[in-house]
């Protein structure tokens, strides 16, 4: 089975930084990447899939890069609407694996 | 509107079977593969079972296999997931989900979940 490996797991940061989180497969799974944000008490939110491509109404200032076994997330300039948890998931074969997730918080 | 809404989940004794279903409103839900996440409240998430377009195709985690069974039936626009042989292990929200069109791994849509509490 294939484990999936984000750093940080938390991270604090203010309303208008930068912010990248990695994720690091076990063995190669080329551009099989998606990208989630889930707020307390809600059901997770698809923001990239394929590695870096951008989930029908998500804002522009998320982008995600990489294939192979690394792979980034990117919020260009953080909104207070961005503080959350964020998980990856592989989609390379199944079983299906999620990282451990990142939480978000304000600085 | 568009939307998963599931449902079905209960109190059940270790051992015990429970079945969640997941209704679908708004869209055709023959068109999809769907899949079926958990996650304890409060920990990460966990990728449960998944089915094709046409129910003949399958998948499970490993945690699951052999105790649950996803299905589904397009006429009623509705996901199934039976749960037998119960473990307290599997206490958790579950969640349904719709997959990318092109990307059947990838979830775009999710239903709010269901708590399913395993204990004696």
């Known amino acids: ?107 | 509107e568009v939307q998963l809404v599931e449902s079905g989940g209960d109190l059940v004794q270790p051992g015990g079977s429970l079945r969640l279903s997941c209704a679908a409103s708004g869209f055709n839900l023959r068109s999809y593969w769907m899949h079926w996440v958990r996650q304890v409240p409060g920990k990460g998430l966990e990728w449960v079972s998944r089915i094709n377009v046409d129910g003949r195709s399958t998948g499970y985690a490993v945690s699951v296999k052999g105790r649950f069974t996803i299905s589904r039936d397009n006429a009623k626009n509705t996901l199934y997931l039976q749960m037998n042989s119960l473990r307290v292990e599997d206490t958790a929200v579950y969640f349904c989900a719709r997959a990318v069109p092109w990307s059947e791994g990838a979830f775009e849509m999710w239903g709010q979940g269901t708590m399913v509490p395993v204990s004696s």
């Open chain 1, 1 to 107: 089975d294939i484990q999936m490996t984000q750093s940080p797991s938390s991270l604090f940061a203010s309303v208008g930084d930068r912010v990248t989180i990695t994720c690091r497969a076990s063995q190669s799974i080329s551009s099989y990447l998606n990208w989630y944000q889930q707020k307390q008490g809600k059901a997770p939110k698809l923001l990239i899939y394929a590695a870096s491509s951008l989930q029908s109404g998500v804002a522009s200032r998320v982008s995600g890069s990489g294939s192979g076994t690394d792979f980034t997330l990117t919020i260009s300039s953080l909104q207070p609407e961005d503080f959350a948890t964020y998980y990856c998931q592989q989609s390379y074969s199944t079983p299906y694996s999620f990282g451990q997730g990142t939480k978000l918080e304000i600085k």
